[in-house]
């Protein structure tokens, strides 16, 4: 299976930015995809982004054109560089891999690291 370890949350005012680290560990050569879920208090967590292996990216529109995710294959790492920060950015979020090993899908998710919006 795949572990993953979040890391660059924190608290930060409106309109600033944060960058989100994510470093995989295990099977990565199943991993098809890497993306980025949030959770706020008292609602469902929802996609942000994804990428593919092939890089090939997907947004929710709530973050077209403030955040970008990447991914170094290299490093088994993906980042979420979040800009123009607003209060409803302000939630847990999840670092997500997908993938096959030894053809059986795995869906694997990190810890989660807090991300809050306030002046």
Not at 5 to 20: A, C, F
Not at 24 to 51: C, D, H
């Amino acid at each position: 299976q795949v572990q993953l370890v979040e890391s660059g949350g924190g608290l930060v005012q409106p309109g600033g930015s944060l960058r989100l680290s994510c470093a995989a560990s295990g099977s990565i050569f199943g991993i098809n995809a890497m993306g980025w879920y949030r959770q706020a208090p008292g609602k469902q967590r929802e996609l942000v982004a994804t990428i593919t292996s092939g890089g090939d990216t997907h947004y929710a529109d709530f973050v077209k054109g403030r955040f970008t995710i990447s991914r170094d294959n290299a490093k088994n790492t993906v980042s979420l560089q979040m800009n123009s920060l607003k209060p409803e950015d302000t939630a847990v979020y999840y670092c997500n891999a997908r993938g096959y090993v030894s053809l059986i899908a795995f869906n694997s998710w990190g810890q989660g690291t807090q991300v809050t919006v306030s002046s």
